[in-house]
Structure formats: C-alpha cells, structure tokens
C-alpha cells in the first residue's frame, strides 16, 4: 500500500501535472470572462446595432406551440435556435483570438528569457597589454628602418 501511495506522490507533485492544474483553473476563469464579454457587452452592442432583442432569440420554428385543451396534451414549440449557435460561434471566435493573444505575449517574454545578453570583452591580460605594446614598438622600428 505505501508504495501505491508513494507512485502517486510522486505522479501527482510533478510539475507537468501541478502546471496543467492551474492551466485548468485558469482556463475555467478564464471561459466565465469571455462569457460575460460576450454576453454582457458585445451581443447588448450588436443588438443596440440590429434593432432586435440580441441573437439568443433568433429562431426558426417549425411547429408552434399549442396550448392544452379539451384533454389533449399541451405541445411544445419545435424550433432551430441558430440564434444561439451563431452566439456560440461569436464565443469561439472571442475566446481563440484571446488564447492566441495570451500566447503570443507568451512566446516573446520566452523568447526575450530565452536570448542571452552578449556579455561585454574582458579586458585585455597584462600579458596581452604587454605583447601589444612589443608588436606595436617592433612595427615603429621597421618601419623607421625602411
């Protein structure tokens, strides 16, 4: 049993598993936000711009509804709701151009981690400092003697 348990600690403290938790958690917060974009400001706007009542009620019904009477069973209203599909959709749209965004910011913070600063010249050894001074005496020299 304790090396069940053992497995687990190890399976459920590993970073991969840690990360992709609170990428869940975030991405739930994250859906409830596009959500009330979506259906608090932009669908208000772009039914302000329709003249309706916004795109959840758009739909096409096939059989009304009838109401009950003389012992025969109320029907219910048949409808295709594209309205809500075309909300859907508007959601998707929202919610992948804002993923695509996020990750995008994403990849140029890891790219600017990613590129190394160039690292100033050392400054030339004593040695160094001294062979140049030779070479350039040297040079003098011959060229004086031509």
């Keep these: 049993m304790s090396k069940f348990l053992s497995d687990f600690k190890d399976f459920a403290l590993k970073g991969n598993v840690i990360d992709m938790a609170v990428g869940v958690i975030v991405g739930g917060a994250f859906g409830k936000i596009v959500s009330s974009l979506v259906n608090d400001i932009i669908m208000p706007v772009i039914s302000l711009c329709t003249g309706g009542s916004g795109y959840k009620n758009l739909k096409y ?37 804002s993923i695509f965004i996020a990750l995008r910011f994403a990849m140029k913070l ?37």
Excluded: C, H, M, W
């Design 61 to 97: 019904v096939i059989t009304a509804a009838q109401p009950a009477r003389d012992g025969v069973a109320a029907v219910e209203e048949v409808a295709v709701n594209y309205g809500l599909f075309i909300q859907n959709v508007v959601d998707f749209f929202i919610i992948a151009f």
């Design 110 to 146: 890891k790219k600017k981690e990613a590129e190394p600063t160039p690292e100033p010249e050392p400054a030339p050894t004593k040695e160094e400092v001294l062979l140049t001074e030779i070479r350039d005496i040297l040079k003098k020299d011959s060229e004086a003697g031509k």
